[in-house]
Each structure stands twice: as structure tokens, then as C-alpha cells.
């Protein structure tokens, strides 16, 4: 019985894992489209002043923070409403 909990759980762990890799794999792609979309300046300084979308990683951490409840500018204004003030409705569809 052991063997088979053994075995279990490291299926478990070995889908889990997988499961991380592609979570990550979609952040590395999203934070290549919006670092390649948003780095040429929005004509939002709240976000070009920060540099949220200057680089893949800050890009990145941006992704991060959007999917993890916090996606905010520095000044305290959601960035997906200051993105939706300069792309407008395609955006917010494609957000």
C-alpha cells in the first residue's frame, strides 16, 4: 500500500510541475506581447513613467501581479483601466 501512495504522489508531483511549467511558458509569452506592444510608450505617464512594460522581466512581473490580484500602477490607478484609456474596447475584449 505504501508503494502505491508512493507512486501516487509522484504522479502527482510530476503533473503538478508540468502544470507550472505551461502556467509559466503563458507568462513568458504574454510578457514578450506586451513588452513588444506597450515598451514604445502608451501616452499614459502613469504607465510609461514606471516602466511596467519596458522589459520582458518587468513585463513579466507586471503579468505576474495582473493574475495575482494586484495590477496597479505605481500612482494607485488600475492599469487596466489606463490601458483601456489609450487602446480602448480591443483591449479590454482581448484582456
Known sequence: ELSLMAKGLIGGLITLSWAVVLLLLCFYVLAIFAATSFS????????????IFATVPEALFTAFRC?????NAADGRPITLL????YGWPFILSY
Open 40 to 51: 514604445n510608450g502608451t501616452g499614459n505617464p502613469s504607465i510609461d513613467s514606471d516602466g
Open 67 to 71: 493574475f495575482t490580484d494586484d495590477c
Open 83 to 86: 490601458l483601456r484609456k489609450v
